[in-house]
């Protein structure tokens, strides 16, 4: 088995993925009580794919958003005549 990042009970361990989690519960599992796992899954789903991971700044793209980050590195195509 390979540890993980630091010695155990060191801080920066899961520090990304119980902020992640904060955020999950806050903003999906807490909005109201799900009638399937199926509507869970979805309300997940989408939250993830369509807040968090476009409004998240992300440290390999310089700090910027991924939306912010295309929109920088995307040329616009030269007109045709």
């Known amino acids: 088995m390979v540890g993980s ?3 155990v009970g060191a801080a920066g361990d899961n520090a990304a ?5 904060a955020l999950l ?3 999906v599992l807490n909005r109201h009580p799900w009638a399937t796992r199926h509507d869970l899954r979805i309300a997940i789903v989408t939250w993830m794919e369509r807040t968090y991971h ?3 700044r992300q440290a390999a793209l310089g ?3 991924p939306i912010e980050y295309e929109t920088i590195m995307t040329t616009p195509a030269p007109q045709a005549a």
């Open 17 to 21: 993925m119980e902020s992640f989690f």
């Open 54 to 56: 476009r409004r998240r």
């Open 63 to 65: 700090r910027l958003t």
């Open 25 to 27: 519960q806050k903003n």
């Open 5 to 7: 990042m630091g010695r």
